[in-house]
């Protein structure tokens, strides 16, 4: 029998976690489908860009922001061959060419107004970092 970490690193289980549930809180509340790709990341961040536009307070979109850069993490990983580490609370994601990409603290900075999903994506899977 496989279990879940077995098959991945346990460094996965709570980002694949925030993922799923951000795909399915777009599915039902907003009618959005997330299927894991590098092009469903124009939609994160347009509805990043929603929220932020409405002015919502931080704490009232954390988990949101979590779940959000959880998933562009975990459409890098699936990008890229790349997996999940974690330490001391953080999770990156770990590409094949060693850089280590940080999605949810990227999600915050989209809340900001300073990042973007799709590009991270991009970046993490063109192999390079990019400015």
Do not use: N
Request: a negative charge; proline letters at 4%; glycine letters at 10%.
């Amino acid at each position: 029998m496989t279990t879940q970490q077995e098959t991945r690193p346990s460094a996965a289980t709570k980002p694949v976690r925030w993922a799923a549930d951000a795909v399915a809180a777009m599915r039902e509340g907003a009618r959005l489908r997330l299927d894991y790709s590098a092009r469903s990341l124009w939609s994160v961040d347009r509805v990043i860009e929603d929220i932020r536009q409405e002015e919502a307070p931080f704490a009232a979109v954390e988990l949101v922001l979590r779940g959000f850069g959880a998933y562009a993490g975990e459409v890098i990983a699936r990008q890229t061959g790349g997996e999940w580490w974690s330490s001391g609370g953080d999770h990156w994601v770990r590409t094949p060419d060693g850089h280590l990409w940080d999605p949810i603290d990227e999600a915050r900075r989209c809340y900001t107004g300073d990042g973007s999903l799709r590009l991270l994506c991009r970046d993490a899977s063109d192999g390079t970092a990019r400015t």
